[in-house]
C-alpha cells in the first residue's frame, strides 16, 4: 500500500518577532533546539531546551544546564501563545521537527501535507517577520522522493498571469505548438511585441524563484 506523499519544507524566516534564540544568534552566536514543550503549561509558558555554541551570547535569564558537544545546553521559559513562528507553523498542524539559528534567522524544518496548506503556513509567517525565503522542498511517498519548488503566483501582475494563462490554454508552450505569438497576442487584444514583453518578464520571474539558491 502506498502512503500519502507530504512535504518536508526547509524555511529561513528573517527577523522573526518574540524568538529570543534568534536575538541570541545575531552575534556571531548559532545554536538548534534539543527540545521544547510543545504547549504552554499552567503558568502559561512554554519550556525550551537551547544548545548554543558561544556562552557569551546568551542572556543570562537562559539557565544553562550542562555541556553538550562544542556548545552548551540552556533552558528558558517563554511566554506562550505569542505567535513566534513554530507556534504559527504547527498552528497549520505541521510539526516543527528541527529549529536552527544563526545570524539572527531561524531555519525551520517542518511538515505539511500538501502545497496547499505549506502556502498558507508561509503567508501566515510573513505577516509576523521580516523575510521567509524557501530553502528546500522535499515531496516523499513510498515509491519516490522528489524536490518541489513553491512558486507564488503573487510575483506576478494580473496581466503576466493573463497572458501565462492564456498562452497555455492555447498550446502555446505545447511541443508542437498549437498557437504562434501572434494568435496569443489578438486572443488578448494586445501586439504580438507586448505579448513577447510580457512573457519575457513572467518568464524571468520564474525561472528566478525555480532557480534560487
Same mark, same amino acid.
Given at each position: 500500500?502506498?502512503?500519502?506523499?507530504?512535504?518536508?519544507?526547509?524555511?529561513?524566516?528573517?527577523?522573526?518577532?518574540?524568538c529570543?534564540v534568534a536575538?541570541v544568534s545575531?552575534?556571531?552566536?548559532?545554536?538548534?533546539? /534539543?527540545?521544547? =514543550?510543545? %504547549?504552554p503549561?499552567e503558568?502559561?509558558? @512554554?519550556?525550551? !531546551?537551547?544548545?548554543?555554541?558561544d $556562552?557569551?551570547?546568551?542572556?543570562?535569564?537562559?539557565e544553562?544546564?550542562f555541556?553538550y558537544?562544542d556548545?552548551?545546553?540552556?533552558?528558558f521559559?517563554?511566554?506562550?501563545?505569542?505567535?513566534?513562528?513554530c507556534?504559527?507553523?504547527?498552528?497549520?498542524?505541521?510539526?516543527v521537527?528541527?529549529?536552527?539559528t544563526?545570524?539572527?534567522?531561524?531555519?525551520?524544518?517542518?511538515?505539511a501535507?500538501?502545497?496547499?496548506?505549506?502556502?498558507?503556513?508561509?503567508?501566515?509567517?510573513?505577516?509576523s517577520?521580516g523575510a521567509?525565503?524557501?530553502?528546500r /522542498?522535499l515531496q =516523499?511517498? %513510498?515509491?519516490?522522493?522528489?524536490?518541489? @519548488?513553491?512558486v !507564488?503566483?503573487?510575483?506576478l501582475? $494580473?496581466?503576466?498571469?493573463?497572458?501565462?494563462?492564456?498562452a497555455?490554454?492555447?498550446?502555446?508552450?505545447?511541443?508542437?505548438?498549437?498557437?504562434?505569438?501572434g494568435?496569443?497576442a489578438t486572443?488578448?487584444?494586445?501586439?504580438t511585441s507586448?505579448f513577447?514583453?510580457?512573457?519575457?518578464?513572467?518568464?524571468?520571474?520564474?525561472?528566478?524563484?525555480?532557480l534560487?539558491?
Open positions: 500500500m502506498t502512503s500519502a506523499a507530504g512535504i518536508r519544507a526547509e524555511l529561513k524566516v528573517t527577523g522573526p518577532d518574540g529570543p536575538t545575531e552575534g556571531d552566536t548559532s545554536g538548534y533546539a /534539543l527540545s521544547r =514543550s510543545m %504547549a503549561n503558568g502559561g509558558s @512554554v519550556v525550551e !531546551e537551547f544548545v548554543f555554541d $556562552d557569551d551570547e546568551v542572556p543570562e535569564e537562559m544553562r544546564l555541556e558537544g556548545g552548551s545546553v540552556y533552558r521559559d517563554r511566554e506562550g501563545g505569542i505567535g513566534c513562528p507556534e504559527r507553523v504547527e498552528a497549520f498542524d505541521c510539526p521537527v528541527d529549529v536552527q544563526r545570524d539572527g534567522a531561524l531555519f525551520l524544518t517542518f511538515h501535507p500538501d502545497v496547499e496548506t505549506l502556502r498558507d503556513v508561509v503567508a501566515s509567517l510573513r505577516e517577520s521567509v525565503d524557501v530553502r /522542498l =516523499s511517498s %513510498a515509491d519516490e522522493s522528489r524536490d518541489l @519548488v513553491l !507564488e503566483r503573487g510575483q501582475t $494580473d496581466r503576466q498571469r493573463e497572458v501565462l494563462e492564456t497555455h490554454e492555447m498550446g502555446y508552450f505545447d511541443h508542437p505548438r498549437r498557437a504562434n505569438k494568435e496569443v486572443e488578448l487584444g494586445i501586439t507586448t513577447s514583453e510580457h512573457l519575457a518578464m513572467a518568464q524571468k520571474k520564474l525561472m528566478g524563484a525555480i534560487q539558491g
